[in-house]
């Protein structure tokens, strides 16, 4: 799933978008520009705006100041019906007396579209999302998921220029969520409609999105790939939200082009990293080290650096894994994924065992403290 690339093409732009309930700011100076046939996610927590900026692309609110623009025109004052924009809200909010074939084509009736044609572009959707042979049903009839795709063919029947996704998969349980988000992308794609969904769920966003914005307090903090952001964050906020990660406090003890040495009270040995930083020597850090970075074994490292002792306190089976938190000398616990793959074939410690940890040097994101 590749990214499209922004500039000439930037099917969706928010400029300067701020939105005020009151005392409150609930988005503050947005900018965003999403290409044509883009997937987007919004990720934040409860509070940090997101949803509000999705409200303000359908139309349900209007921006205090700012503006937002879809292929090339103004919408910003744009009533919600008048906009190609379609929403598929949290709660799929189908008609419940209604059969699916009914829910579908309800949007086409209102803007009064011939009978036939009705007909022809509500099987179509429905059989896109691979739900044709359920067209008389109720919804009290249909699964969650069944109810989640015949909301989608509801929204993507008028043609939207632009899909918008509230929380897409909240209401599935968890074992089926992961098969329907990569269904769903592959419908979303087969269309060629521009989306953006908005979550709280890292894993949602990372495995639908090719794009995503993290916001909190109203405001946009990093925008990348889903690898981009996982593997490089700005800031401790954005490594502790997107994914688990180990952070090492620790001051700048050498510097040079083209690496970094860290010392942390958090570690027996000094924390080398194999390239250079922006952070002046002497300053306070934080490292990041990502759990499935972390090698957990019996034997002492033979490295001077980024390794340290402790012993199991926790180990998890996660299936495809091992979660293991180990308690370093210096009372910091630190998380580390082993694949079960690799456990096989080693001689792995276990609960109350001694144990080192120890990772590579490119495998560490230094932050500003």
Known sequence: MSSPSLGADEFVKVEEVVKIFGDTVAVSSVDLSVARNEIFALLGSSGSGKSTLLRMLAGFERPTSGRILLDGEDITDVPPYRRPVNMMFQSYALFPHMTVEANVAFGLKQEGVPKAEIHDRVYEALALVQMAAYTRRKPHQLSGGQQQRVALA???????????????????????????????????????????????????????????????????????????????????????????????????????????????????????????????????????????????????????????????????????????????????????????????????????????????????????A
């Open 154 to 368: 509801r929204s993507l029947v008028k043609r939207p220029k632009l899909l918008l996704l509230d929380e897409p998969m909240s209401a599935l349980d968890k074992q089926i969520r992961q098969k329907t988000q990569i269904e769903l992308v592959k419908i979303i794609e087969q269309v060629g409609v521009t989306c953006i969904l908005v979550t709280h769920d890292q894993e949602e966003a990372m495995t639908m999105a090719q794009r995503l914005a993290v916001m909190t307090e109203g405001q946009i903090v990093q925008c990348g790939t889903p690898q981009d952001v996982y593997n490089f964050p700005n800031s401790r906020f954005v490594a502790g939200f997107i994914g688990t990660t180990n952070l090492f406090e620790g001051a700048i003890v050498v510097d040079e082009p083209d690496h970094v040495a860290i010392e942390s009270g958090d570690l027996s040995r000094r924390l080398y990293v194999s390239h250079g930083v922006s952070e002046p020597l002497g300053m306070q850090v934080a490292v990041s080290i990502r759990p499935e970075r972390v090698v957990v074994a019996r034997e002492r490292p033979g490295a001077d650096f980024n390794w340290s002792h402790g012993m199991v306190s926790h180990m998890a089976w996660m299936g495809g894994y091992a979660l293991y938190q180990v308690r370093l000398d210096s009372g910091k616990m630190v998380e580390a994924s082993v694949p079960s793959l690799l456990l096989s074939r080693m001689d792995a410690p276990g609960i109350g065992d001694e144990a080192y940890v120890s990772w590579d040097a490119d495998s560490a994101t230094v932050l500003a």
